[in-house]
Every structure is written in structure tokens, then in C-alpha cells.
């Protein structure tokens, strides 16, 4: 399985963006498929993830600013992030598991900086 994450940039704070993630090499739907972030100095850290059931769960620190969703059949998971903070600056990883296994992509980074 390989994951090819997109939409990362330079956006100010308060701004929005949309990161997408295609899983590719699986003919089944993925039990979960989420987005992890690592800030420079800091540990890698659950932002937000999603089940192919729809049930969701996310970080404390972007609840009620971020929302997953995700296109099972495709095999695609998005993250809109609104009202982004300079603390949202991190490199974004997307991250799925299915059948025993985790698979991460490359990482997108994403900056929030006036």
C-alpha cells in the first residue's frame, strides 16, 4: 500500500487548507486511514482519524477547528483544517492500517506563519 499525501503550504494564521491522502496498491477498502503531525523538536502526534465505519476521533488541540472525512471506495482521506494557528506548523503524515499493517506517506508540510 502507498500513500501520496497533497495540499500542504504557507497559510496565515486563521486561514484554511485541505490536505488529501490516495491510498494506492489495495483492492479493499482500508480499516483506517487518519493524519499524524511532527513540529520541529516535538514528537509525532495524532491529529485526526477516521474507520471505514465513519466513526472519527481527533487531538485535543484541533477539535472543533479540523474534520476528517474520507471516500472509502477510493480509498482517500481528506483533512480540512480551519482557523490554522502558527502551532499547527508541522510536517503532516498520512498514516493507514489495514491487515496487521501500518503504512505512512511521505509527509506534506505545512506552515502557518504571517
Known amino acids: 500500500v502507498q500513500l501520496q499525501a497533497s495540499g500542504g503550504g504557507l497559510v496565515q494564521p486563521g486561514g484554511s487548507l485541505r490536505l488529501s491522502c490516495a491510498a494506492s496498491?489495495?483492492?479493499?477498502?482500508?480499516?483506517?486511514m487518519g493524519w499524524y503531525r511532527q513540529a520541529p523538536g516535538k514528537q509525532r502526534e495524532l491529529v485526526a482519524a477516521?474507520?471505514?465505519?465513519?466513526?472519527?476521533t481527533y487531538g485535543d488541540s484541533v477539535k472543533g477547528r479540523f474534520t476528517i472525512s474520507r471516500d472509502v471506495a477510493k480509498n482517500t482521506v481528506y483533512l480540512q483544517m480551519n482557523t490554522l494557528k502558527p502551532e499547527d506548523t508541522a510536517v503532516y503524515y498520512c498514516?493507514?492500517?489495514?491487515?496487521?499493517?501500518?503504512?505512512w506517506g511521505q509527509g506534506t508540510l505545512v506552515t502557518v506563519s504571517s
Open positions: 477516521i474507520i471505514s465505519g465513519g466513526t472519527t
Open positions: 496498491g489495495a483492492s479493499w477498502s482500508l480499516a483506517l
Open positions: 498514516h493507514a492500517y489495514t491487515r496487521a499493517a501500518n503504512y
